[in-house]
Structure formats: structure tokens, C-alpha cells
């Protein structure tokens, strides 16, 4: 049974440069969830897609965008990128019941800003 | 003041102790709660998942919900030193979509 599963493990970028993360989502599950983890912090959410739409954000910039495609895997997309960007970016996937199920994460991609 | 209050630790503990770890949040809207080990570089892994008050127990751990306090614990028996790693709690409201709000996590250290 393959687990949420991202790319790339580690990435390092410039200051206003653009950065894509990529995740696939375990089987069976058909929403996928994006968060930020910063050093010492717990995981911030960030947005969740579910049908090809985004259907919740949280409390971040317009910078981050993202995407779902048909086989519910997802991007995300960090557009102008700032040191305080760097960070251990998680997804998550679940299924959507229209309540709450529990999240199950992948290793994160690990994103340095310099 | 934050959604989710835990203590960051670290908590050192010999080998074979009872840990206890615990959070406090300040939504009483939030139903689902959940717990996640988290190794370093590592991503979460999920412990346990609980719905509204109560216990429930799995193995070596047992979650306790108490509402009217707004306060979660997990608990681990016999602790392992590959036990050692950040215990994360999470949790959400009924209708938050899986929008899910962590604690900062707990650093545990079990010592063989």
C-alpha cells in the first residue's frame, strides 16, 4: 500500500526565484492537503484541494498557490520566494467525508532560501 | 494566544517509564483530535485518532479527550528508546474540512 509519497526531498533556491513541490497521495484517498513546517514549530496548514479545487486556506500569501490534477496527486507552487520561506513543506492526504478523517503525511520536501 | 498550547519539552525519561504528554486548546468547537510522531527529517506518522471525549487505547498508548477542560493526553507504557522523537496533537472542528491546527510538539527522550 504506497504512503503519500513527494518531491523532491531537499531544494535549495534564491531569493525571488520560483519553486514547485510535487505529491502523490496514498491510495485510496482523494484529498490532499498542504502545510508548513518551520524549525522547532508544528505543521502550518496551508491550503487542501479536493476535486480539483482549492476548498479551504489557511493563512498564507497569495504566493502560494497550488493545483490538483484528475488523479489527485498536487502541486505547490511558491512564487517569489523569501528567506522566511524556508521551511519542511508537508502534504497530507485523506478522504473527504465531509467531516474530518485523520491526515497522513508524507516526508516533506525540505526547502532552503538563500 | 494560540490555538493549541503544548509544552516543547524536552522530556527525558528512563526506559520502560510511563510518559504522559498533553495539550490545551481554546476552540470548543474542535472535535477531532489526533496525535503524530514525528522522527527527525522525517514526516508525521499517525498515532492515534479520537472523535469527541473519552479514551481509546492502541497498543503501548492510550489518548484521553476532556472537553470540558480543552485538554488532550497521550500516554505510552513501557516507553522504548525508539519512542524517542516530537509528539505532535492536532485537531478540528466538525465542519473544518480537514483543516487540521498543531501543537508546536513535545521532544521525547527515552533513555535505554
Known amino acids: 500500500d504506497a504512503g503519500v509519497t513527494q518531491s523532491p526531498t531537499h531544494l535549495i533556491k534564491t531569493r525571488g526565484q520560483q519553486v514547485t513541490l510535487r505529491c502523490s497521495p496514498k491510495?485510496?484517498?482523494?484529498?490532499v492537503s498542504w502545510y508548513q513546517q518551520a524549525l522547532g514549530q508544528g505543521p502550518q496548514f496551508i491550503f487542501q484541494y479536493y476535486e480539483e479545487e482549492e476548498r479551504q486556506r489557511g493563512n498564507f500569501p497569495d504566493r502560494f498557490s497550488g493545483h490538483q490534477f484528475p488523479n489527485y496527486s498536487s502541486e505547490l507552487n511558491v512564487n517569489a520566494l523569501l528567506l522566511g520561506d524556508s521551511a519542511l513543506y508537508l502534504c497530507?492526504?485523506?478522504?473527504?467525508?465531509?467531516?474530518?478523517?485523520?491526515?497522513?503525511f508524507g516526508n516533506g520536501t525540505r526547502l532552503t532560501v538563500t | 494566544q494560540k490555538e493549541v498550547e503544548q509544552d516543547p519539552g524536552p522530556l527525558s525519561v528512563p526506559e520502560g517509564a510511563i510518559v504522559s504528554l498533553n495539550c490545551t486548546y481554546s476552540n470548543s468547537a474542535f472535535q477531532y483530535f489526533m496525535w503524530y510522531r514525528q522522527y527527525s527529517r522525517k514526516g508525521p506518522e499517525l498515532l492515534m485518532y479520537t472523535y469527541s471525549s473519552g479514551n481509546k487505547e492502541d497498543g503501548r498508548f492510550t489518548a484521553q479527550v476532556d472537553k470540558s477542560s480543552k485538554y488532550i493526553s497521550l500516554f505510552i507504557r513501557d516507553s522504548q528508546p525508539s519512542d524517542s522523537a516530537t509528539y505532535l496533537c492536532a485537531m478540528s472542528g466538525v465542519n473544518n474540512f480537514n483543516k487540521f491546527y498543531f501543537g508546536s510538539g513535545t521532544k521525547l527522550n527515552v533513555k535505554p
Open positions: 497530507a492526504s485523506s478522504l473527504w467525508e465531509g467531516g474530518s478523517s485523520p491526515l497522513h
Open positions: 491510495s485510496g484517498h482523494d484529498t
